[in-house]
């Protein structure tokens, strides 16, 4: 069956920064789109960008551009997400989440999800 | 990027009660839509995607509408364990720019 399940959680001062990994079985690595999306404490779900599996590729959200990173190690069929220069309001759960690689209506959404890594930034 | 306002962002609801909860786009999305559930502390849930189409799995009392800029999704009877969060999300431009509404919390009354 389909898994993603994440790394643990971290606790870290701000100015770090945190790398979360996504271990993807049940499935071809590389046919999917590996999305992050996070959740601070009582908030809503904020999308953060995207790796493409096949080849590497990635798209950032504006918001997190020059301090987000994202790779793979197609080895271990494994996503990478760094988050650079942590501040206070970066405390969330951070998911993973697969997604097609084409946009086709046929099915279009992120049907499997990882179960969440808890990100605690504080002094 | 293209907002999504959902509402209400909150509805107190029996068990039984008929819910529907709306999801308005800045711009059009023709049926670039998706909706989930999400209980606490677990990650969401799909539940329709392409505005109207169940996901394998889900229960038919669920149903989602619209397209353009107004979306729904209907609870058609709800159940103890649809009280959640539901959350639309927009990929119209996918796979770059998707977005979130602010969610709509169901509680029992």
């Known amino acids: 069956q389909v898994q993603l399940v994440q790394s643990g959680p971290e606790v870290k001062k701000p100015g770090a920064s945190v790398k979360v990994s996504c271990k993807a079985s049940?499935?071809?690595?590389?046919?999917?789109?590996i999305h992050w999306v996070r959740q601070a404490p009582g908030q809503e779900l904020e999308w953060m960008g995207i790796?493409?599996?096949?080849?590497?590729?990635?798209s950032y959200a504006q918001k997190f551009q020059g301090r987000v990173t994202m790779a793979r190690d197609t080895s271990t069929s494994t996503v990478y997400m760094d988050l650079s220069s942590l501040r206070s309001d970066d405390t969330a759960v951070y998911y993973c989440?697969?997604?097609?690689?084409?946009?086709?209506?046929?099915?279009?959404?992120?049907?499997?999800w990882g179960q969440g890594t808890l990100v605690t930034v504080s002094s | 990027d293209i907002q999504l306002t959902q509402s209400p962002s909150f509805l107190s609801a029996s068990v039984g009660d008929r819910v529907t909860i709306t999801c308005r786009a800045s711009?059009?999305?023709?049926?670039?839509l998706a909706w989930y559930q999400q209980k606490p502390g677990k990650a969401p849930k799909l539940l329709i995607y392409?505005?109207?189409t169940l996901q394998s799995g889900v229960p038919s009392r669920f149903s989602g509408s619209g397209s353009g800029t107004e979306f729904t999704l209907t609870i058609s009877s709800l159940q103890p364990e649809d009280f959640a969060t539901y959350y639309c999300?927009?990929?119209?431009?996918?796979?770059?720019?998707?977005?979130f509404g602010g969610g709509t919390k169901v509680e029992i009354k």
């Open positions: 392409a505005a109207s």
């Open positions: 790796l493409n599996p096949s080849g590497g590729s990635t």
């Open positions: 711009q059009g999305i023709s049926s670039y």
């Open positions: 049940g499935y071809t690595f590389t046919n999917y789109f």
């Open positions: 999300q927009q990929l119209n431009s996918y796979p770059h720019g998707l977005t």
């Open positions: 989440a697969r997604g097609p690689l084409l946009m086709d209506l046929s099915f279009l959404a992120h049907d499997y």
